[in-house]
């Protein structure tokens, strides 16, 4: 596809229900990332793939939050037992390599609006 | 670690009036520097970025930006904004040697006719 994609773009779901996001990164991105903005904390980083590895999850908000990549491409980004703090818009990122000391531009997706009830 | 600060969490501006957006971080390793922008109901788009050599950068839709080391700012500009410049405008640092991006908490542009 011609960018990052993400689905759903809407989700509401139901305090304590688990909830899958799924990232397409653009074709050939090696590097995947995962972000959340949320009114309270603003935009933090969350989790970083490179190929299927993830070299740097610390921005995982608790053992609630995971991610997983396959065929280094798609993602999915699953919270389990949803709690109302955990509605906000989760972003998806990818980019070419992602080397360290390089510098590779981070494309983003349009995000999925999580709301939790 | 790293922490970016963005002074104003909006600036309404007239148009065709000059405008800048500050952004000062902290780090103990060396960083690269960007701006990006979220217009409504939009995706994150990288404005511009500084990584090395000439201190002053110039970016899309006619935004520019100065890295100051001494002052560990990297302010945009623009000497003339239009309606289509109101978005959400995000200053965000990479650590050199890692990959995720550190955001301020956003400046909200309007601009009022």
């Known amino acids: 596809g011609a960018g990052v994609s993400q689905s759903p773009s809407n989700k509401v779901t139901e305090k304590g229900k688990d909830v899958e996001l799924r990232c397409d990164p653009i074709s050939g991105h090696t590097a995947l990332y995962w972000y959340r903005q949320s009114l309270g904390q603003g935009l933090e980083f969350l989790i970083y793939f490179q190929g299927n590895s993830a070299p740097d999850k610390s921005g995982l908000p608790s053992d609630r939050f995971s991610a997983e990549r396959t065929g280094g491409s798609v993602s999915t980004l699953t919270i389990q037992r949803t709690q109302q703090e955990d509605s906000a818009v989760y972003l998806c990122?990818?980019?070419?390599?992602?080397?360290?000391?390089?510098?590779?531009?981070?494309?983003f997706g349009p995000g999925t609006r999580l709301t939790v009830l | 670690a790293q922490s970016v600060t963005q002074l104003d969490s909006q600036v309404p501006v007239f148009e065709e009036a000059p405008v800048e957006l500050r952004c000062n971080y902290s780090?103990?390793?060396?960083?690269?520097l960007f701006w990006y922008v979220q217009y409504p109901n939009q995706g994150l788009q990288l404005l511009l970025k500084y990584l090395s050599g000439s201190t002053l950068v110039k970016g899309i839709n006619g935004f520019e930006a100065e890295f100051n080391k001494s002052q560990t700012s990297f302010h945009l500009r623009k000497p003339s904004v239009h309606i289509s410049d109101t978005a959400e405008y995000f200053c965000?640092?990479?650590?050199?040697?890692?990959?995720?991006?550190?955001f301020g908490q956003g400046t909200r542009l309007t601009i009022n006719p």
């Open positions: 780090s103990s390793v060396s960083v690269y």
């Open positions: 965000a640092v990479r650590p050199q040697g890692a990959q995720k991006l550190v």
């Open positions: 990122a990818s980019s070419s390599a992602g080397n360290r000391g390089s510098y590779n531009e981070q494309f």
